[in-house]
T-cell receptor
């Protein structure tokens, strides 16, 4: 079973920051949090990952709480092309990615 | 840098038949993972191959089997196809260094079982 919970859907206005929450209350000390997104019927695309510290790359920022029980993916200036299903993933004990249902993010003009 | 490729793109089979799906991993990667994604759901982990050996398996029956070749490409074989096997099959390659497992996905193979 997936070790994360996410809201099933969210809306965001184009040009605004999209903040996608994720709960992972059972995460272990050395388990990374990964974020992927999947645009309709395409293969998932890696976005970012983190362990303890906040991370930023050209696509997004990842904010992980100090207790590591939750995180937020931030898309700073959402565009229509960011409409996708976003998956927050924590690996299982065998270092495999176990996926939940994700959050369907809809960017509105 | 060559990305992950999968073939075929689409496939239609009938119940009871066998199917082989293929995946070429990204250059420099030594691990391939296979996933099944039913419509409207997240990907479900089938198995992972690391240096030609199965290195983890999800909750799938033995009729789902795989191979990884010396060049790290991979095949997924499904025997005795059932209607519920209709799904998007995704392959992902990675340079597996636990606990780090960033995976890069191919476009998938859409399998329809009639």
């Amino acid at each position: 079973d997936a070790k994360t919970t996410q809201p099933p859907s969210m809306d965001c206005a184009e040009g605004r920051a999209a903040n996608l929450p994720c709960n992972h209350s059972t995460i272990s000390g050395n388990e990374y949090v990964y974020w992927y997104r999947q645009i309709h019927s395409q293969g998932p695309q890696y976005i970012i990952h983190g362990l303890k510290n906040n991370e930023t790359n050209e696509m997004a920022s990842l904010i992980i709480t100090e207790d590591r029980k939750s995180s937020t993916l931030i898309l700073p200036h959402a565009t229509l092309r960011d409409t996708a299903v976003y998956y927050c993933i924590v690996m299982d004990s065998n270092y495999q990615l176990i996926w939940g249902a994700g959050t369907k993010l809809i960017i509105k003009p | 840098e060559t990305g992950v490729t999968q073939s075929p793109t689409h496939l239609i089979k009938t119940r009871g038949q066998q199917v082989t799906l293929r995946c070429s991993s990204q250059s420099g990667h030594n691990t391939v993972s296979w996933y099944q994604q039913a419509l409207g759901q997240g990907p479900q982990f089938i198995f992972q191959y690391y240096r030609e050996e199965e290195n983890g398996r999800g909750n799938f029956p033995p009729r789902f089997s795989g191979l990884q070749f010396p060049n790290y490409s991979s095949e997924l074989n499904v025997n005795a196809l059932e209607l519920d096997d209709s799904a998007l099959y995704l392959c992902a390659s990675s340079l597996y260094v636990p606990p780090y497992n960033e995976q890069f996905f191919g476009p998938g193979t859409r399998l329809t079982v009639l």
